[in-house]
C-alpha cells in the first residue's frame, strides 16, 4: 500500500494471508504467514476498528472509511481522516490490507 506521508493513496483490500471471525463485536485477526499456532500474530480491533475492518472486506476506499468514521461517530473531517489513515497505516505495516 503506497503511503503520502499519512495519507493512503487508493483502495486496499483485505490480505489473502489473514483469516478473521467477529466474536462479541470484537474482530479477531490471524495471519496465516506465520503459522496458525503463533499468538504474537494474533489482533484484535475494538468496535470502530471492527467496523473499519468489515467495510474494508466490503471494498470501501479510504474516503468512505473517513465518511464513516464522520457520520458515526460525528468526528471531524480531519479528526475522521486521520483515524482512517493511521488505522489503514497500522494494518498495512503489519501485513493484514494491501492495495486493491
Known amino acids: 500500500m503506497a503511503f503520502l ?6 483502495p486496499v483490500r483485505r490480505s489473502a494471508n489473514v483469516v478473521s471471525r467477529v466474536v462479541a463485536d470484537e474482530a479477531i485477526v490471524v495471519p496465516i504467514r506465520r503459522g496458525a499456532a503463533d499468538l504474537d500474530s494474533i489482533y484484535t480491533f ?3 476498528g471492527t467496523q473499519l475492518w468489515s467495510l474494508i472486506e466490503k471494498g470501501l476506499d479510504p474516503a468512505g472509511l473517513i465518511a464513516h468514521l464522520q457520520d458515526l461517530y460525528g468526528l471531524s473531517l480531519e479528526q475522521a481522516t486521520l483515524d482512517a489513515h493511521s488505522f489503514l497505516k497500522e494494518l498495512s505495516e503489519e501485513g493484514l490490507v494491501e492495495p486493491a
Open 5 to 10: 506521508g499519512e495519507v493512503a493513496s487508493g
Open 46 to 48: 475494538n468496535e470502530a
